[in-house]
């Protein structure tokens, strides 16, 4: 388990000092997927060097399985180390060596003998689904390519946690799915702890557990990647989730309400039957839900007519059939 308490960064230039962690306090279960999430300069690739303490914390804990690493001296952070694997977003290989010897670095390192550490890089290769790339260098490599290689590397040393700062933002679509389906395989089935940094939600939409939001340094909500996908509470988690709403931001009148499906079964016709049983016509602007186990989780913003007797009969619907809503623009 990884816990932090009261973590705090300061950068100075020479003009100014940078506050980039206030007071930034997590929990991350063995076993998770946890995301932190954030826009550009929030703060997120500050708290993630801070886990494995490439960047030093001015104050505050971060316990790894109840050690405060903050008080070890450098061979013992050396060796915890060896347990907290980094993929970085531009890759970060050896461009003079090949794939193999790539991933054979943190054991070459380690001091495992050479044999060994090129049994467990073949391994890993084939776990990742490069056997057939091991002699190629990474400039012979595609990008997806690229970060199975450093995600193979990471887990060189049997790694209990894995960092992941940023890992598909350089990758294009299909390709970001291929490593975002890797990552989930082996917290699946090698039982990893995943933390991973990402400016996108459909990141942690698609692999995470729970999720932390980062605004200017601090926490602005932590939960379930359901309950925060279906009912943002901050101002940031609602801009990171609900990007597409500000051109509904118009003078045109219209009343507009915010389904939030949180749980509802997804076989349930609700907006369908809202329109029948309430006898009003309403406009869909924007929907964004998915289906886990079953489940809807998500949000649709709908426009109701200028007619308030339409407007008081949707209203009671929606109480009576335990569906929650927000008005939007009020």
């Given at each position: 388990m990884i816990e932090i308490k009261s973590l705090c960064k300061?950068?100075?230039?020479?003009?100014?000092?940078i506050e980039a962690l206030n007071n930034i306090n997590l929990s991350v279960n063995d076993g998770e997927i946890f995301g932190i999430i954030g826009l550009s300069g929030a703060g997120k690739s500050t708290l993630v060097r801070c886990i494995n303490l490439l960047e030093k914390p001015d104050s505050g804990s971060v316990i790894i399985d109840g050690r405060?690493?903050?008080k070890l001296k450098e061979k013992e952070l050396l060796k915890l180390r060896a347990s907290i694997g980094m993929i970085f977003q531009n890759f970060n290989l050896l461009e003079q060596r090949n794939v193999l010897k790539n991933v054979c670095y943190p054991l070459e390192i380690a001091g495992v003998k050479k044999e060994e550490a090129k049994k467990r890089a073949l391994e890993l290769l084939d776990v990742v689904g490069l056997s057939e790339k091991s002699r190629a260098y990474p400039s012979q490599l595609s990008g997806g390519q690229k970060q199975r290689v450093a995600i193979a590397r990471a887990l060189a040393t049997n790694p209990k946690y894995i960092l992941c700062d940023e890992a598909t933002s350089a990758l294009d679509p299909n390709t970001t799915?291929?490593?975002?389906s890797l990552l989930k395989e082996i917290n699946e089935k090698m039982g990893v702890t995943i933390i991973v940094i990402t400016h996108e939600m459909s990141v942690i939409e698609r692999i995470c557990d729970s999720v932390a939001v980062i605004d200017s340094g601090k926490i602005a909500e932590t939960g379930r990647v359901c309950d925060i996908f279906s009912s943002?509470?901050?101002d940031t988690a609602k801009q990171l989730i609900l990007p597409k709403l500000g051109r509904f931001d118009d003078d045109s009148g219209q009343k507009r309400l915010r389904l939030v499906f949180n749980g509802n079964s997804s076989s349930k016709?609700?907006?369908?039957?809202?329109?029948l049983e309430c006898q009003?016509?309403?406009n869909i602007l924007y929907a964004d839900t998915k289906e886990i186990d079953d489940l809807a989780y998500g949000h649709m913003i709908i426009a109701l007519p200028d007619d308030r007797e339409a407007e008081e009969r949707v209203i009671s619907w929606l109480n009576e059939n335990g569906v929650e809503y927000e008005w939007e623009g009020k």
């Open positions: 300061t950068f100075s230039t020479k003009n100014q000092k405060d690493i903050t799915a291929s490593i975002l943002p509470k901050s016709p609700i907006l369908s039957s809202l329109i009003v016509a309403v």
